[in-house]
C-alpha cells in the first residue's frame, strides 16, 4: 500500500524543546517537501528536498532543520528559535522536481498537528 | 514569487447546487494544481492543468485553465456532502518547478 506516512498524528511539545517530525514515504518520489499550514494563511513551504543529501530553504526555514539521508525518509526538527510552532504541519512528494507537469505533482501525508504548551 | 489569490474565501451551498471557485495568478502558470483537504487532514490531489485553454473533469468536478494561463476555475457540479471541504490551488511557475506557491483556499460548506 504506497503512500506517505505522517508520525506522530498530534505532538505536543514544551517551550525550549526541540521536536521531531516524522515523514516516510514509498512511492520512489525523488523531492520531498515540508510545509506549515496556520488557519487563512494557506501552506507555506519551510524545506524541500531534490534529491538525497540535499536539501534548500524555503519561504519560512528560520527555526526549523532537516535532513535527506535516505529517499524515504525527510524528518523535519522544530527547534526552539522557532517563536511560533504551532501548526498544522504537512509534508509532500513528487516524482521530479525537475520536470514541469503531471510528474511534479506533489502527494501529501495526513499531517502532523504540532502544539505548543 | 508568484502570487495566488483564491475567491471566494468560503461558500455555502445547498446540496445539488453547482458551485465555481477562481484562483488567480499574477505570473503565468506552468502548471496549476487543485487539491481538496478535509479539516485536519492531509491535501487530495485532484487535477493538474498546464496548457491554455485545457479543461479536465472528474466525476462532477470539472477545472479549467484560460487561454492567457493565468486563471483557473473549479467547477462542481450538482453538489453532494462529500464535496464539503477546503479546495486549494497549487502552482508551480517557470523559474520555481517543484516549489509550489498555495492559494489560502476556499472552505465549502454543502447544506441539505
Known amino acids: 500500500d504506497g503512500g506517505i506516512t505522517q508520525s506522530p498524528k498530534y505532538l505536543f511539545r514544551k517551550e525550549g524543546q526541540n521536536v521531531t517530525l516524522s515523514c516516510e514515504q514509498n512511492?520512489?518520489?525523488?523531492?520531498m517537501y515540508w510545509y506549515r499550514q496556520d488557519p487563512g494563511q494557506g501552506l507555506r513551504l519551510i524545506y524541500y528536498?531534490?534529491?538525497?543529501?540535499?536539501?534548500q530553504k524555503g519561504d519560512i526555514a528560520e527555526g526549523y532543520s532537516v535532513s535527506r539521508e535516505k529517499k524515504e525518509s525527510f524528518p523535519l526538527t522544530v527547534t526552539s528559535a522557532q517563536k511560533n510552532p504551532t501548526a498544522f504541519y504537512l509534508c509532500?512528494?513528487?516524482?521530479?522536481?525537475?520536470?514541469?507537469?503531471?510528474?511534479?505533482?506533489?502527494?501529501f501525508g495526513p499531517g502532523t498537528r504540532l502544539t505548543v504548551l | 514569487s508568484q502570487e495566488l489569490e483564491q475567491s471566494p474565501q468560503s461558500l455555502i451551498v445547498q446540496e445539488g447546487k453547482n458551485l465555481t471557485i477562481n484562483c488567480t495568478s499574477s505570473?503565468?502558470?506552468?502548471?496549476l494544481y487543485w487539491y481538496k483537504q478535509k479539516y485536519g487532514e492531509g491535501l487530495i490531489f485532484l487535477m493538474m492543468?498546464?496548457?491554455?485553454?485545457e479543461e479536465k473533469s472528474h466525476e462532477k468536478i470539472t477545472a479549467k485553465l484560460d487561454e492567457k494561463k493565468q486563471q483557473s476555475s473549479l467547477h462542481i457540479t450538482a453538489s453532494q456532502p462529500s464535496h464539503a471541504g477546503i479546495y486549494l490551488c497549487?502552482?508551480?511557475?517557470?523559474?520555481?518547478?517543484?516549489?509550489?506557491?498555495f492559494g489560502a483556499g476556499t472552505q465549502v460548506v454543502v447544506t441539505p
Open positions: 497549487g502552482a508551480d511557475g517557470a523559474d520555481s518547478w517543484g516549489k509550489f506557491q
Open positions: 505570473k503565468t502558470l506552468y502548471g
Open positions: 512511492l520512489n518520489h525523488d523531492a
Open positions: 509532500a512528494s513528487s516524482p521530479d522536481p525537475g520536470l514541469a507537469g503531471i510528474s511534479n505533482t506533489q502527494y
Open positions: 528536498s531534490q534529491i538525497v543529501n540535499d536539501f
Open positions: 492543468l498546464q496548457k491554455g485553454g
